[in-house]
């Protein structure tokens, strides 16, 4: 099944909405709360200025190489762009296509921003990925993003035929202190400086 963000967004209630998604699946593994939503678009820019018009963000925008992609066992390197912010409590996540690997570029529909996958806060990726795999949930991507004192260790899990959408397993660590869901106010603050400096996307 394919999942649109603009139609969730078209829903009066989102949180009930999202809680749908899935919901026997993540009861099943004891998955915490959902923390993100991830979002596959064509352009990154164009559809964070498409959400900023109906008042999200701003979101901040960058673009980097990430320090670990390994998909399917296959180390790949990958580059890629994200635009972060934040929307009733959700971390929006905007991803493009990227070049090294299919990953997202499989998930673009012309006009629509597809939710490609679910992700969730948790202590130990490796452990939780073990957990889903021994029930026959494989590994996607392994990955990792270092920026700075900033660690984020990941999963996409192919959950597509057990829950019907992708899951990822977030790690987010600064300086070795856990990051459970980072504020608001960090990514739109960001997102402004952007647009003050006149630079929409940083490189890292």
């Not at 026997?24 to 164009?46: C, S």
């Not at 529909?109 to 889903?132: A, E, I, T």
């Not at 459970?180 to 739109?188: L, R, S, T, V």
């Amino acid at each position: 099944m394919i999942y649109f963000f603009d139609d969730v967004l078209r829903s009066d209630n989102i949180d009930y909405t999202l809680s749908l998604i899935a919901k026997d699946f993540r009861e099943k593994y004891n998955f915490p709360d959902i923390r993100q939503l991830g979002i596959v678009v064509a352009n990154v820019e164009t559809a964070a200025a498409e959400l900023e018009n109906k008042g999200m963000g701003p979101f901040f925008i960058a673009s980097d190489t990430l320090d670990m992609w390994n998909e399917r066992g296959k180390n790949k390197t990958f580059s890629g762009k994200v635009g972060l912010a934040c929307h009733k409590g959700y971390e929006i996540e905007l991803l493009e296509p990227g070049t090294g690997s299919n990953f997202y570029k499989s998930c673009v529909k012309k006009g629509r921003m597809v939710l490609q996958h679910l992700g969730f806060s948790v202590k130990n990726v490796d452990s939780f990925k073990r957990k889903l795999e021994e029930s026959g949930n494989k590994t996607w991507v392994r990955g990792r993003i270092k920026s700075l004192g900033l660690v984020t260790e990941f999963a996409y899990m192919d959950t597509l035929k057990q829950a019907g959408i992708i899951t990822e397993l977030i790690d987010m660590r600064i300086f070795g202190v856990p990051l459970k869901n980072p504020h608001a106010g960090f990514y739109h603050n960001c997102g402004r400086l952007e647009k003050i400096i006149g630079k929409r996307s940083l490189s890292f």
